[in-house]
């Protein structure tokens, strides 16, 4: 059972575009009136205050009129996996701290979406993978992807790890970052028939390069011409 309605981002690896793709889903649902949330359980990287952590992205890209410290509580400036910026700060996190921050983000919301971080298999705890807190959470999963060349085995290796562990996938969303080389790779136009054919998943969009500022109205124009969103409001109806 759900602790709460939501939705959990991850990846094939870090820098795949989980933040972008999180504020755009975040965006679009709240055009259409569902009184969307966003999470960040763990981030690594930068420093809270900073402007360059996920949660500040996800708050600035969404609009939404949160604090930093309320959608990420645990933030480490190590640019290191989770478990080890968190050992490094001296700071013992465990599975049920992030569970029980999970539920201080979700209030007041209708659902939440939920950003991982990097992929499945990263270590967030001392025993807590990501993929154990999406299951811990009750939340079905939504991977994002590179467009360009060897996406296919990662993305297909991540959506196998997820099924062992039992996590529904309700799909891929390619990301095409900023865009550098794609026009060069020849595997772009075949990826997704060999992503949907080898993992069983259907992939609900491409997102494009995003030229100048980012805000809410682009990231929901760019989700209506993009991205199929009704696999993602069945999921999130469940």
């Known amino acids: 059972m759900n602790i709460f309605s939501g939705l959990f981002i991850t990846g094939t690896d870090t820098g795949v575009g989980k933040t972008i793709v999180t504020a755009a889903l975040a965006a679009a649902l709240r055009a259409e009136g569902i009184h969307a949330g966003i999470w960040k359980p763990v981030q690594s990287g930068a420093q809270l205050g900073s402007g360059a952590t996920d949660a500040e992205r996800l708050l600035r890209y969404t609009g939404i009129p949160e604090r930093p410290e309320t959608v990420a509580l645990f933030s480490f400036a190590a640019p290191l996996a989770p478990l080890i910026a968190a050992r490094q700060a001296n700071i013992s996190v465990t599975l049920k701290d992030l569970v029980s921050a999970g539920k201080t983000a979700a209030r007041g919301y209708e659902t939440l979406i939920v950003e991982g971080a990097g992929g499945a298999a990263v270590p967030l705890t001392e025993d807590c993978l990501t993929a154990d807190l999406i299951l811990e959470l009750g939340l079905p999963a939504l991977i994002v992807a590179r467009s ?16 062992q562990r039992k996590i529904p996938v309700i799909g891929v969303i390619m990301n095409d970052g900023t865009g550098d080389g794609l026009d060069q790779d020849p595997s772009v136009a075949t990826n997704v028939e060999l992503i949907e054919h080898i993992s069983g998943h259907r992939v609900l969009g491409r997102f494009p390069v995003l030229q100048g500022e980012i805000h809410p109205q682009v990231l929901v124009d760019t989700v209506r011409k993009s991205i199929d969103l009704e696999p993602v409001r069945r999921a999130l109806a469940m």
């Open 148 to 163: 360009g060349m060897g996406t296919v085995n990662h993305t297909a290796l991540t959506a196998f790890f997820l099924q």
